[in-house]
């Protein structure tokens, strides 16, 4: 399904930080159908799954013979020893990712996070890193390409909506809030130089958190943790007499995984930080 012709080339070195995870187990199955790629590593700090195959862990029929550690250096020491660039896929926690990437970054790997929850600083200051260093890497909110068709509409619209507002609803092991693909999807509209939602009452919460984030030119974010859901955004418009919904659900997380190998494939040819997948379609 997600063949690829390679052409003189040796396959990519990568190392799945975060493997026995939902989206890590994703990947895995994802590389194993790929030829241009080959999985050198697998990391995650779960005790139970130290030492397990990752290839029968994530339900392939056959073991990968790649061993669950929870030795991130080892690996990366590893992968950059190989002919090709490598790169680390990173799906662990927000409390780690910067951290993550840093170590990366000093053994010449190129990370491909998906990683949500890094703080606009500490985005400006791997991307100071990243440059410095002359490497690539990609730090992708969403890797579906639905959700970039949704922001850009969201984009065109806000040329024609001066009230809009966002939803997201996730499942309830999410351990950051709000989503890293609705701060993205504020940003996008925040950059579009006019401001949003001007009240035209004097508004107060009686319940604090009750009309949900304010940030940046009065877009405000709401977000929803419940089990039964996977990830869902909607950016409602709103106009007299009229509204105009987004909306984006996921039902299975293999929606990711195309725009997740191409992350891939593209990372080897960055020479610093690029922030979100609508940047390399
Ligand atoms: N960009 C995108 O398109 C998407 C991004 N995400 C994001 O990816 C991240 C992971 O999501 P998800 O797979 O659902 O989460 P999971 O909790 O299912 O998986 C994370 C895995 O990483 C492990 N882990 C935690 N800390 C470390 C560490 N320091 N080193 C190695 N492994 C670690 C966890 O172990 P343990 O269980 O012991 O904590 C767990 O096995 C989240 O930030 C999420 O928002 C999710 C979906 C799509
Ligand atoms: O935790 C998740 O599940 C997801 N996290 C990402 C985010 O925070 O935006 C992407 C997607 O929404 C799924």
Known sequence: MYLNIMVNQ??????????????GREVIKALSQTTDMNLVGAIDINPEHQGKD????????RPLGVPITNQLEPLLLIASQEKQLGVMVDFTHPNIVYDNIRSAV??????????TGL????????????AKASTGCLVIPNFSIGM????QAAVKASQHFDHVEIIELHHNEKADAPSGTAIKTAEMLADMGKSFNVPIVEEKENLIGSRGFEGREGIRIHSIRLPGLIAH???IFGAPGQLYTLRHDTSDRACYMPGLLLAIRKV??????VYGLEKIL
């Open 10 to 23: 040796s396959p990519i070195p990568v190392v799945v930080n975060g493997a026995a995870g939902k989206m």
């Open 233 to 235: 955004q909607e950016v």
């Open 268 to 273: 080897i040819g960055l020479k610093s930080l």
């Open 148 to 151: 970039v068709l949704l922001q």
């Open 54 to 61: 990752i290839g029968e862990l994530s339900g392939l029929s």
């Open 106 to 115: 000093a053994y010449g790997i190129r990370p491909v996070v998906g990683t």
């Open 119 to 130: 703080s606009l600083e500490q985005l400006q200051d791997l991307a100071e890193f990243t």
